[in-house]
């Protein structure tokens, strides 16, 4: 009974969770930038890529559509790339923030590696599918 009601409800309540969590992250950051004056290329790199994420989640919730979750993984793993490759540069040019430097490398590294499962797993899927009919 637990198992059926878990099925039920949690993909939606994650789903969910995880367009609250990236929306306030968007909004805090172009808030913070914009009250601060202060964009660089980093922040508009974040701010471009999270803003698709953001819409392919809500597109993914709403149509549960094969091509917008290949669409979400690939910006996903875009988007990993550009928090590792921010991760790299802070670690070399920072005197005083190791540990965040390498939480970002260390956030990048798992989305990356959660957007390439999750891309294997379609592909998965779309090749059963083939060989089905």
């Keep these: 009974m637990t198992s059926k009601y878990f ?5 939606p309540w994650q789903e969910i969770l995880f367009i609250i969590s990236i929306g306030s992250l968007l909004f805090k950051v172009t808030k913070f930038n914009l009250t601060q004056r202060a964009i660089d290329g980093w922040d508009l790199a974040l701010i471009l890529l999270i803003s698709p994420l953001l819409i392919c989640l809500v597109g993914q919730l709403y149509w549960r559509n094969k091509t917008l979750s290949k669409v979400l993984s690939i910006t996903l793993s875009i988007g990993a790339i550009i928090v590792i490759l921010m991760g790299i540069y802070f670690v070399t040019t920072t ?20 957007a390439m499962t999750m891309y294997r797993n379609k592909h998965k899927e779309n090749s059963k599918e083939v060989s089905l009919h």
């Design 95 to 114: 005197t005083s923030n190791f540990g965040e430097a390498f939480l970002m490398l260390a956030f990048g590294a798992t989305s990356l590696f959660a």
């Design 7 to 11: 099925k039920i409800w949690a993909p």
